[in-house]
């Protein structure tokens, strides 16, 4: 066997040096080997992340990326597959009453928290009714908005909803509303930070936590629940798996490419050329199935001149962002269209190419609304007061060079339609403060796997305008029809409604680049993966390492 | 008067301006913090702040309905206790964030000074009195330990004796071997500073009339400087040492984040960053009772070094 690989790498390459480097990283190392694609249990493998974990409690974790941490040891009652659809996991069947107002859940009898308690009906009731108490301050209270009263008795939980909820299943599969020992679940925010009392149900249980430095997870033993759909049932392959948490992108990778951590998240999208070049790395770029990065502008009259529709339009189409977007990220992130990333179901095809780089237009608009004149820097005036557009991006969501792709289009617009963007990093407490007072202009960012219609109540109904008058009505009725309705037709054309609104109508949000998590794993690890209820690095139960 | 009284009196006063030291630098810091843009609600809730009710309860349960000196008050009872507060952001007791955090640091720094004083005492005996030549190839060396930035070091260590030699672990702190790299990034400037007042200060003494009975009774070049010209080089070294507490603070929050370490530093900069007060104000009366605790030992190391210092005391 070995030989065989050694002449084959000898004869496909032509450099002896990648021949020695073949031979030196052991017989197992190729993914391709026949061998190799059979899975083996034991070992144990250590991620380097970008962050660490905000918190380790379902409730309380804001941070998208940090449910693919979360997710080793917390389970959800179903399981999102990656078209889209819903099977089996905690509850082993379900059905929805013809109205679309009761969902009726069976649970597994034989689910066990690590720390031995049942998994049953009240167990799940408790996590629910304690997330969807506002009281509680969980983001993630909205998600069961609809819910009216939850019933458990023994293995049977029955969700009564006010009105049909078409994102119900969708949020039960994610990691926001996934089940945790509910003996502790009054701790609240307390469990954030793990200890002993923090327990799941998952292929995996926490067993050491260092902060600033690195989670520890073992395998649960035990496990014997995991979703039908999955290559293999039993405990997970791997004994142990590691979590360090290494800020630096050029570490992560350095350490990847040395062998010392097996699998990296958070792939800075220049270090993938030279991480690919190695055949001893695959890079996996996620699915973009989840709201796209791009500018959240302000239409309030609080946000004038830019409350003028023709003025956000004339922004919007200021620049070139197929060519911004090459130049920045060398081919290896994807221009967005739309506020829905493009792998969704939801994302409207029809906005392709229907918006941007419409440069002459956007002067004449510009020029028919008044701001005609320029000032000395070539700035667009009007009244003495210079065209400016306020770009403010909290310091510490900046990554992967999204400053460097606001100030090309900030050097465009001033270029072609003489738009000033005034760009600023302030802190997100000085932001956020902005923000909830309606002092705001221009927010970048993107608010990751989120179903879609209540992420417009969410925000657009909500969190942005929550102290303006003005409010993007139309997309927030568009978004509670899509929401309230059990017929797929009439859903689709909600939110196909909606993107036309906030994008091309409106110009409420302009979309920059799909939003994709990335997995870059040395060749030993075999098994990485998404998990498509949140479109992050999913949970390590399929993952193992070739001997 | 006897010297014990001498000493004790100078502790007392030592201690007395410890106190002050240390109020000034909590009151500083609590009315600092709260001139800080962004309310306290909205650093504890964030995207939450508007929602119904939520800001009126972060604000009763952590006393902000209270008038201004009443919480400054309450503020200065509980770091009596000890009590540092609750984290705005890490939902947990600032004691057990920081107490956690506290080891891993001085461990760090611990090695890193003792380290550097080696390398700085080895360089210096073993270059005094040297030619001009070493002497401005080993000057450009301690500017160069002095002046690098410490991210730079790191990474290029990281790069060359972990990612490539793969002698030790690039991040993490399990054991000796991880401790390594972190170590040499963070001795290294201090080593080039000590390094170039100890050759300075041995140049001085060498011109000492004393110097020549020493040599005259037949020691050796070697062993007069690593000898008997240490007590008077290590006075002002220690100062010196005692000063750089600063830079080893500012190099522990680089180092900690270039190669994954828990600590101190990690944890002052996502304080700051996250405008989470209680953990701020900890790790500032953390490092002004280390830089009170280090100056008072260096002086006290000086009046048992420097019998000297001892009679000016009485004058």
Request: include cysteine.
């Amino acid at each position: 066997m070995r030989t065989i690989r050694r002449l084959t790498v000898a004869t496909t390459s032509l450099l002896t040096v990648a021949a020695l480097a073949a031979c030196s990283s052991g017989s197992g190392s190729g993914a391709q080997d026949a061998a190799s694609t059979t899975p083996v249990s034991g070992g144990s493998a250590t991620w380097a992340v970008a962050a660490e974990p905000s918190c380790f409690a379902p409730a309380f974790d804001d941070v998208l990326a940090d449910r693919a941490i979360t997710r080793n040891f917390v389970d959800s009652l179903v399981y999102q597959e990656q078209d889209g659809t819903f099977s089996p996991w905690l509850a082993s069947q379900w059905q929805t009453s013809d109205d679309g107002a009761t969902y009726t859940f069976s649970l597994r009898n034989d689910v066990k928290f690590s720390n031995g308690a049942v998994l049953d009906a009240a167990a799940v009731k408790a996590n629910l009714d304690y997330t969807r108490d506002s009281a509680h301050g969980s983001s993630y209270a909205g998600l069961l908005g609809s819910v009216k009263s939850i019933k458990a008795d023994g293995s049977t939980l029955t969700i009564t909803l006010s009105q049909a909820d078409s994102s119900l299943l969708s949020s039960l599969s994610s990691v926001a509303l996934g089940i945790i020992d509910p003996a502790s679940i009054k701790d609240g925010k307390d469990l954030c930070t793990p200890g002993k009392k923090l327990a799941g149900s998952g292929p995996f249980v926490l067993d050491s936590y260092t902060r600033g430095s690195q989670v520890v997870f073992k395998q649960n033993t035990d496990y014997a629940w995991a979703p039908q759909s999955l290559s293999h049932d039993g405990p997970a392959y791997l004994d142990e798996v590691t979590y360090k948490f290494i800020a630096e992108d050029s570490t992560r990778t350095g350490a990847l490419q040395s062998g010392q951590v097996q699998a990296i998240s958070g792939v800075p999208a220049l270090s993938v050329a030279g991480l690919t070049r190695s055949d001893d790395i695959t890079y996996t770029d996620g699915p973009a199935s989840s709201s796209t990065f791009g500018l959240t502008v302000n239409g309030s009259s609080e946000n004038a001149p830019w409350d003028n529709v023709e003025l956000r339009k004339a922004f919007r189409d200021s620049f070139d962002l197929d060519t911004i977007v090459k130049a920045i990220y060398k081919g290896q992130k994807t221009r967005a269209w739309s506020w829905v990333g493009k792998d969704s179901a939801e994302f409207d095809t029809t906005l392709k190419g229907s918006w941007g780089n419409h440069v002459d237009a956007a002067n004449t608009a510009l020029d028919a609304a008044g701001w005609s004149t320029r000032d000395s820097e070539g700035f667009r005036t009007k009244d003495g007061q210079r065209l400016s557009l306020k770009v403010t991006y909290d310091a510490d969501s900046v990554r992967d060079q999204r400053d460097t792709l606001i100030e090309a289009i900030q050097d465009a617009a001033k270029q072609n339609t003489g738009i000033e963007v005034d760009f600023t990093t302030p802190t997100w407490a000085a932001l956020s403060a902005d923000i909830a007072a309606g002092n705001w202009s221009v927010y970048p960012g993107s608010y990751g796997k989120v179903d879609y219609a209540n992420s417009v109540i969410g925000t657009w109904a909500g969190y942005f305008y929550g102290a303006s008058q003005w409010k993007p009505t139309e997309a927030v009725d568009l978004a509670q029809d899509a929401v309230t309705t059990t017929d797929a037709d009439q859903y689709a054309k909600a939110l196909d409604g909606i993107q036309q609104y906030l994008v091309n109508d409106q110009a409420l949000f302009i979309p920059l680049v799909e939003s994709t998590f990335q997995i870059a794993a040395g060749s030993a690890l075999h098994g990485t993966g998404f998990d498509y209820s949140s479109g992050v690095p999913d949970s390590n139960y399929n993952v193992w390492l070739s001997k | 008067m006897t010297s014990g009284l001498q000493l004790l009196r100078g502790v007392a006063r030592r201690l007395a301006g410890a106190v002050l030291l240390l109020w000034a630098a909590a009151t500083l810091t609590f009315v600092g913090l709260r001139a800080l843009p962004g309310s306290v609600e909205s650093v504890v809730l964030g995207v939450h702040l508007n929602d119904p009710g939520l800001a009126e309860q972060v604000r009763s349960s952590l006393g902000l309905d209270r008038p201004f000196l009443v919480q400054y008050g309450d503020y200065l009872l509980g770091l009596l206790r000890g009590d540092f507060g609750r984290s705005y952001v890490l939902n947990a007791d600032v004691t057990d964030v920081v107490g956690a955090q506290l080891l891993p640091t001085l461990g760090l720094a611990a090695a890193s000074v003792v380290l550097a004083g080696a390398l700085a005492w080895l360089i210096a005996v073993l270059s005094a009195g040297a030619g001009p030549g070493t002497e401005r190839v080993l000057h450009v060396l301690e500017l160069l330990a002095i002046c690098l930035p410490t991210f730079w070091v790191g990474s290029l260590l990281q790069l060359g004796l972990s990612f490539h030699l793969q002698w030790f672990p690039s991040v993490g702190a399990d054991g000796f071997s991880s401790l390594v790299l972190p170590m040499i990034t963070l001795a290294l400037p201090i080593a080039g500073l000590l390094s170039q007042y100890m050759r300075e200060e041995i140049a001085l003494t060498l011109r000492q009339p004393w110097v020549l009975t020493v040599r005259s009774r037949g020691a050796s070049g070697f062993r007069l400087r690593s000898v008997h010209l240490m007590p008077h080089v290590a006075i002002s070294t220690l100062t010196v040492a005692g000063n750089t507490l600063g830079l080893l603070i500012g190099g522990a929050v680089i180092v900690e984040s270039v190669f994954g370490r828990p600590g101190l530093g990690r944890v002052a900069l996502d304080a700051v960053t996250d405008s989470d007060a209680p953990v701020t104000v900890a790790v500032v009366l953390i490092i002004t009772t280390a830089y009170v605790l280090i100056t008072t030992a260096i002086d006290l190391a000086a009046l048992i070094i420097d019998p000297r210092l001892r009679q000016e005391a009485h004058g």
